[in-house]
């Protein structure tokens, strides 16, 4: 701390005294400078349709160098330049990038291709290739995080992350894979110090066996926005997630029944299944040996109206924060959790039933919620009975209000449609055996007085082929 203090103080004083020699040669160009730490050095929105030309930069503190919203379409390799840590070409319409671009930018932490339509072409096997370490032979990048979201990239050569060892953060997001063919598959297999995965919105709905079997640091994957009908397996076998978004899938139910469950990973401790159009239930064991699991996410899915007591039998022992806000539930059940051990949980937004079903919660949860989230309680809304309807639980748990139970109701409320049934259904039975009996007798009456006569009566089947009517009339003739 007390160093950085000291180098932002250098920093201050050698720019103020004028001396040029400790700015980037950049900023005596048309780039904006900004000091701090890092030194800030945007040749933004310029029109440059390549790099400048840049002299090896002897500048001594960290800085970060933006060229974004320019027409730059080749990266061409960047001189020695030891202390810059970020480097961002967004929103340009980069087509190749030479090879080992970015070898001589020893500390080069972070880059950004945001929106420049790459191609999977633009990842040729040199184009990220590092300066060689002569004890191992390897030449990896320095670089911790890479973005090149909003791209172009449908597929990927097998070499392509090949000098990606250092990488942890990967946000590949928004682009028309499809699908991970074996290429792409492989390429992927290259990251293996990868921390955080972020493959939304790709267009996939399936992930190839063993797609994240080499990922062993795995920790947060984001799949949102992608096509999965189901969970998809892989993730289960994934050791070492501990979080995982699969927000805005069109996945129907969560049940093992329809092999769209969890079963794994027994690290994951944050699991975000929300803004999911098609959700409709939840099954019991639908997360099944999540032995860490202490976050969940269910939210804003309007369909979902059915979540089983036991969908988190083997799961919900740790579990601390649960989210099922905004659904389409009516029912909750008391065995669905331990709401003792729970520190937060929001079921605001949902149409309740608040009947005597409900009552459990209106004492200790909804007193413990009072007391450590009262935020959380205010649109608790019932939507049944009738004479709850939009009102507020907590309200009506403290204004005494019945809870009446469903079969008292059907006692006492003269328009319950129950009796109602049973009696259509007697009288319709009624009828129908009465018909069957008059048609019977007017037919045995009638076939009496034409003299009924075995021998006489022609059968035929109507509507089949030829060959069955012909055996038909055979058998019959
Ligand atoms: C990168 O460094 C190597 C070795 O010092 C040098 O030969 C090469 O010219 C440098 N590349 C650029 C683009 O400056």
Known sequence: MAWLLITALLVRLFAHSGASMIEPDLCSTSCECLQGLPFVVECKNDDLSQIPHLEAEPYPFEWALFFDVNKISKITAMPTTDNL????????????????????????????????????????????????????????????????????????????????????????????????????????????????????????KRIPEKFFSRMRQLKELILAGNNFMVVPDEVNYIQSLERLVLDNN???????????YFHGPSQLSQLHLSYMPDLNKIDAEAFYNLDNLKVVTI?????????????????????????????????????????????????QNNPWVCDCRIVWFTKEPLENLNANKPQLTEYIICAKPNDATGQSLPYLASHDYAFKCPEIEKVTNPYYYGPLIVTTIFVGALLLLSATVLCTYVLYQKSRSSGFSGTTVQYRRADFSNNLESIAENVYA
């Open 85 to 204: 840590i970020l480097l961002s070409f967004n929103d340009n319409p980069i087509l190749e990038i030479e090879d080992m671009a970015f070898a001589n930018l020893t500390k080069l932490r972070r880059l950004t291709l945001k929106q420049c339509s790459l191609t999977g072409d633009v990842f040729t096997l040199d184009a990220f290739k590092g300066p060689r370490n002569e004890e191992d032979g390897a030449d990896p990048l320095p670089l911790e995080y890479l973005d090149v979201s909003h791209n172009d990239i449908q597929s990927l050569g097998d070499h392509a992350f090949r000098h990606f060892d250092n990488l942890k953060t990967l946000i590949i997001s928004d682009n028309p894979f499809h699908d991970f063919d074996d290429t792409t598959s492989k390429a992927f297999g290259e990251l293996i110090g990868v921390q955080t995965l972020d493959l939304s919105r790709v267009q996939i």
């Open 250 to 260: 069109p996945i129907k139910v969560l049940s093992k029944n329809d092999k769209s």
């Open 299 to 347: 939210s804003y899915n309007p369909n979902l109206n059915f979540i089983h007591k036991m969908a988190f039998a083997s799961s919900g022992i740790h579990l601390k924060k649960v989210h099922l806000n905004n659904n389409n539930l009516a029912v909750l059940d008391n065995e669905l959790l331990d709401w003792a051990a729970l520190e937060e949980i929001d079921i």
